[in-house]
């Protein structure tokens, strides 16, 4: 039976590095679930052996927050 352990602490650690820039605990539970969603949405599963691709989703993710809040002001 496949354990969920990986995937839980990878969600841990990806809500971890969303807060670290300075992002709400909620803004931070949400760009989580979109990096997985658009993880998903490709096709790929997420796996503790692609940890680079999906921080690199997640930094896209976090920049295009950045800029949709900048035009915002």
Known sequence: MPTTQP???DLHTLRSYFK????ST???EDMTQEVFLKLL??????SSEEKAYIYT???TLLIDKYRSDT???
Do not use: F
Request: aromatic share 4%; hydrophobic share 30%; glycine share 4%.
């Open 71 to 73: 035009r915002r002001k």
């Open 7 to 9: 995937l839980e602490q």
């Open 20 to 23: 670290r820039r300075n992002l």
């Open 26 to 28: 909620w803004d931070a």
């Open 41 to 46: 949405t490709m096709g790929r599963s997420p």
């Open 57 to 59: 989703v997640a930094r």
